[in-house]
């Protein structure tokens, strides 16, 4: 008797692909059938009676807020009959995050230096925090610059809604967030008509800045800075 031989023929990969997806579309049609027909009849099954999974909280997308400024030094850095003001927006990306800093009503060519800081010196209110110290961490982040109508401009691009933050174990610094922004006087000489009196402060690339300039206020019920935009409770963070 003959015996004969049959072969088959390999399915290409493309069918293969386009199998596997019609068996896992087959397979999902069975699960959501055994779900449907489980809480119709109240058969007892490992789906029924399971919540459906919860979306995650979205988190602000975009969010601006304004600097308050060191009043004693305002008049050798606000041009005459105008307002100073500094306003950020910050905008949530995928990769990091995009502020834009926006200064007005200064005085033409003045130097400032961009900082992320721990803490303010202020309370939500804007009245001095009888119990501030010093600024905690700070992370130095850009220079700033008056232009001829005393304007200017600055964007950066790095984490800083909800995560900024440094460590050093060498030192012993647990993981601690910088969520206020403040910039201060490049040259300690600038407010000195104003009654500085001319201390040097590591606030720049040369650790010889002046005094701050302006700076955030910390929220009034979570006493966190600005760039904390997903708060667990009082000085608490949600990353």
Same mark, same amino acid.
């Given at each position: 008797?003959?015996?004969?031989?049959?072969?088959?023929?390999?399915?290409?990969?493309?069918?293969?692909?386009?199998?596997?997806?019609?068996?896992?579309?087959?397979?999902?049609?069975?699960?959501?059938?055994?779900?449907?027909?489980?809480?119709?009849?109240?058969?007892?099954?490992?789906?029924?009676?399971?919540?459906?999974?919860?979306?995650?909280?979205?988190?602000?997308?975009?969010?601006?807020?304004?600097?308050?400024?060191?009043?004693? *030094?305002?008049?050798?850095?606000?041009?005459?009959?105008?307002?100073?003001?500094?306003?950020?927006?910050?905008?949530?990306?995928?990769?990091?995050?995009?502020?834009?800093?926006?200064?007005?009503? *200064?005085?033409?060519?003045?130097?400032?230096?961009?900082?992320?800081?721990?803490?303010?010196?202020?309370?939500?209110?804007?009245?001095?925090?009888?119990?501030?110290?010093?600024?905690?961490?700070?992370?130095?982040?850009?220079?700033?610059?008056?232009?001829?109508?005393?304007?200017?401009?600055?964007?950066?691009?790095?984490?800083?809604?909800?995560?900024?933050?440094?460590?050093?174990?060498?030192?012993?610094?647990?993981?601690?967030?910088?969520?206020?922004?403040?910039?201060?006087?490049?040259?300690?000489?600038?407010?000195?008509?104003?009654?500085?009196?001319?201390?040097?402060?590591?606030?720049?690339?040369?650790?010889?800045?002046?005094?701050?300039?302006?700076?955030?206020?910390?929220?009034?019920?979570?006493?966190?800075?600005?760039?904390?935009?997903?708060?667990?409770?009082?000085?608490?963070?949600?990353?």
């Amino acid at each position: 008797m003959s015996i004969r031989s049959t072969s088959r023929t390999p399915a290409s990969p493309a069918t293969s692909r386009t199998h596997r997806r019609a068996a896992g579309r087959i397979a999902a049609f069975v699960i959501t059938a055994t779900i449907a027909v489980a809480a119709t009849s109240g058969v007892g099954s490992a789906f029924a009676g399971s919540a459906a999974p919860q979306a995650p909280a979205k988190k602000v997308h975009k969010t601006t807020f304004s600097l308050v400024p060191n009043t004693p *030094f305002l008049n050798c850095m606000q041009a005459k009959g105008e307002t100073a003001t500094a306003v950020a927006t910050v905008t949530r990306n995928k990769l990091n995050d995009k502020l834009d800093l926006e200064l007005s009503g *200064f005085k033409s060519h003045l130097d400032f230096d961009l900082f992320t800081v721990q803490t303010s010196p202020f309370l939500s209110d804007g009245t001095p925090d009888p119990s501030f110290t010093n600024f905690g961490l700070a992370w130095y982040q850009s220079d700033v610059h008056t232009d001829d109508d005393g304007e200017a401009s600055v964007t950066i691009k790095t984490i800083l809604l909800d995560q900024i933050f440094g460590f050093d174990p060498a030192v012993s610094l647990s993981p601690t967030n910088t969520f206020h922004l403040g910039f201060w006087f490049n040259d300690p000489q600038t407010p000195v008509p104003c009654g500085y009196n001319g201390a040097l402060t590591p606030f720049n690339g040369e650790h010889n800045a002046g005094p701050f300039a302006f700076i955030t206020l910390p929220d009034k019920v979570n006493d966190l800075g600005p760039l904390c935009t997903d708060p667990k409770g009082p000085g608490v963070c949600n990353p």
